[in-house]
């Protein structure tokens, strides 16, 4: 039973605390922001990480599952879980194991609270529909069925919104809304605010996986060759010309470095780091003017953080 432990604590070691934290971070600096200056007791900022601890737990799960079925090399600057030697395929299994941890960590510490169900009935949800978005990616990007033509920025939005944006940014918020007493159903303009930053950040992130440095970003883009419906590739059909749209057909989503670094040129001459430039700028001022229209100034610091978080990040 030890090795068994032993190699347990390995797995969890290695794949959970190694990203950024900022999702678990989120739920203590959401929940202070609600509580407006009120020193937290030892019991609430407790309880607050071990909320963000199950957020992570959840993210890493996604991660081990995501980047076998992306067939992906590095995570966090680091060899994927399923490389490692010794694990492979057991990486399915590991897993489970994580996602399974969450509900019996909410049980024991807060099977007493009002809001137990609630708490069980959100992580459900959110796992629900990410796993959804993880879908409707694996769907248009399968093998022998690509085809440019379907990709959209409705079709992307669809993929960030459930893949990314509820457990990225609306699961910290509502763990911590929770938390503070509230109650969920009054907050559906908090949630919308926090999906369409979601969908920003996604946007970074595509962009970032091709025009990121991998020694900040941890792990060497691969978007172009696993033929994703990224921001990028979207934004690429708009403004191309019938020769351009040709080579873009001919060279996206094979796996091959001389065609990689093809797309990659033709993204430079249709000026799409011009583009994200002018995106971020004003989707920033769009998401900023709905947050400071909202009526509660505490909900409106909880936004304006996150905002503030993911603004020109680099990583």
């Known amino acids: 039973m030890s090795d068994i432990r032993s190699k347990f604590l390995e797995m ?21 922001l609600l509580k407006e200056g009120k020193e937290l007791t030892y019991d609430e900022v407790f309880l607050a990480c071990v909320l963000g601890w199950c957020i992570e737990w959840l993210q890493a799960y996604f991660l081990v599952l995501d980047d076998i079925m992306d067939n992906s090399v590095t995570r966090r600057g680091q060899p994927c879980w399923f490389r490692q030697p010794k ?4 990486a399915v299994n590991d897993g489970l194991i994580l ?29 629900f529909q990410t796993t959804s978005g993880q879908m409707i990616d694996l769907i248009t990007t ?20 459930y893949k990314t944006a509820y457990y990225s940014f609306y699961l910290p918020v509502a763990c911590a809304l929770l938390m503070a007493g509230e ?61 351009q749209k040709k080579l873009l057909y001919e060279n996206y989503g094979k796996a091959d470095q001389a065609r990689v670094e093809k797309v990659k040129e033709l993204y ?46 680099q990583k």
């Open 12 to 32: 969890l070691d290695y794949n959970v605390p190694g990203g950024k934290l900022n999702r678990g971070l989120s739920v203590i600096d959401s929940y202070k």
């Open 87 to 90: 694990v492979g395929m057991i």
């Open 99 to 127: 996602r399974n941890h969450i509900p019996r960590i909410l049980k024991k510490h807060f099977r007493e609270k009002p809001y137990y169900v609630d708490l069980l009935d959100l992580f459900n949800e959110v796992e």
């Open 142 to 161: 399968l093998v022998g069925e690509k085809d440019l033509s379907k990709y959209s920025l409705t079709l992307h939005r669809r993929i960030v919104q």
């Open 183 to 243: 109650i969920l159903e009054n907050h559906i303009i908090v949630k919308d605010i926090l999906v369409k930053m979601g969908t920003y950040f996604q946007v970074q992130d595509d962009y970032l996986d091709c025009f990121g440095d991998p020694e900040v970003i941890g792990k060497v883009g691969t978007d172009i060759e696993d033929f994703k419906c990224s921001w990028l590739v979207v934004k690429a059909l708009e403004r191309c010309n019938e020769e």
């Open 268 to 313: 430079k001459v249709l000026d799409l780091q011009g583009v994200f430039v002018e995106y971020e700028k004003e989707t920033y001022q769009r998401l900023l003017n709905s947050i400071e229209t909202h009526p509660s100034k505490a909900v409106q610091a909880v936004l304006k953080s996150f905002l503030s978080k993911i603004y020109k990040r």
